[in-house]
């Protein structure tokens, strides 16, 4: 045999090897992703549903805003475990059925820097944690925690804090009912060009119709509940 084709064989195998190792990393990556998704079900069972449907919801918007099909995975996965910082935030401060006080706001409010801090160090995450790090900013600038404005805030992050509050005003609480579908979107609808980008809550908004039966089907209330 030519030392061409020996070659050849070499870089075939080692091309091999390459592959098999990528492919071996994405697969530990998705199941550490699966594995916090459940660890946030065990954490509150409604969140890890709450991620999910968040996650579905994102890639939807984003596709219909013509994000890069390459972003989109990066997309779901900050849709999916943006609140996954929470973990670290006790469970009396999540659970607590009264208003928290200003030491308490100030603790939860920490959550999206410990998302970040977790997502950051899985290969692969890095903007999946910028997006998650970012999704309580508000493009006015009044959000946290870098106070970013406009299109300074990435677009996921800006995609997860319309739907994401979208799904917690629509959901039930220790501390309050959740609000009727309108109301929910009249409210988003008020706070665009201030606390939410008005391009993603216009794209949201007929997602939100479509599925907002299942939404309140999966809370156990109506759609109409009373205010």
């Known amino acids: ?15 091999m090897q390459v592959k098999e190792l990528e492919e071996h990393h994405t697969t530990f990556r998705d199941s550490v992703i699966c594995a916090f998704n459940q660890l946030l079900d065990l954490k509150d069972i409604s969140t890890g549903v709450h991620s999910t449907r968040l996650a579905e919801w994102a890639l939807r918007v984003a596709r219909k805003l013509d994000a890069p099909e390459k972003c989109l ?13 929470k973990i670290g935030v006790p469970d009396a401060i999540l659970k607590k059925a009264a ?5 308490e ?3 939860i409010n920490r959550h999206p820097e410990y998302s970040w801090s977790i997502l950051r160090l ?3 995450l890095e903007e999946a944690s910028l997006y998650a790090l970012h999704h309580h900013e508000s493009v006015d600038g009044s959000g946290y925690p870098a106070g970013l404005k406009g299109d300074d805030i990435p677009l996921a992050s800006r995609i997860v804090s ?12 220790c501390y309050r009912k959740g609000l009727p579908h ?8 008020e706070s665009s060009g201030s606390q939410f980008d008005a391009r993603v809550v216009q794209t949201f908004i007929p997602f939100a119709e ?8 999966a809370a156990g209330t109506s759609a109409n509940a009373a205010l």
Do not use: K
């Open 99 to 103: 208003p928290l006080t200003a030491e």
């Open 162 to 173: 319309v739907i994401d509050s979208y799904d917690a005003m629509v959901s039930n609480r």
């Open 122 to 124: 899985l290969s692969g």
């Open 73 to 85: 995975y990066q997309v779901e996965v900050a849709a999916l475990l943006h609140d996954v910082g």
């Open 1 to 15: 045999m030519s030392s061409a084709f020996i070659a050849d064989v070499e870089r075939s195998l080692l091309l």
């Open 182 to 189: 309108e109301e929910a979107i009249r409210r988003l609808v």
């Open 210 to 217: 479509q599925d907002s039966e299942a939404v309140y089907a």
């Open 105 to 107: 706001r100030v603790l």
